[in-house]
Nanobody, 120 residues
Framework: QVQLVESGGGLVQAGGSLRLSCATS????????MSWHRQAPGKQRELVAR???????NYADSVKGRFTISRDTVKNTMYLQMESLKPEDTGVYYC??????????????WGQGTQVTVSS
């Protein structure tokens, strides 16, 4: 009932910056949280950053101080500003939404992912 589309990935040199976007559309719902996850080659998917309905933010230790998560409720879009990128940041970045429909049913939705490659 909800669709997520990531964009903004690409190839960047170490020390560079990228801004990822996650556009949402679909059924009306109450937002519990949105988050960014990534999966590097040969590794499991990991949580990168999360923002809840009260705008509380959490970050993985590996990105704290370099990444900033935010959202625009008017545009229904979440962002991840990434600074001082490192080769270990390379991976596919996925957008996740935790919501509750107006009938109180909870759900989780995922985007298809966007590739981020950081060269040394």
């Amino acid at each position: 009932q909800v669709q997520l589309v990531e964009s903004g990935g690409g190839l960047v040199q170490a020390g560079g910056s990228l801004r990822l976007s996650c556009a949402t559309s679909g059924a009306s719902f109450s937002l519990n949280a949105m988050s960014w996850h990534r999966q590097a080659p040969g590794k499991q998917r990991e949580l990168v950053a999360r923002i809840d309905s009260g705008d509380w933010k959490n970050y993985a230790d590996s990105v704290k101080g370099r990444f900033t998560i935010s959202r625009d409720t008017v545009k229904n879009t979440m962002y991840l500003q990434m600074e001082s990128l490192k080769p270990e940041d390379t991976g596919v970045y996925y957008c996740n939404l935790e919501g509750r429909l107006y009938n109180y049913r909870t759900f989780s939705a995922w985007g298809q992912g966007t590739q981020v490659t950081v060269s040394s």
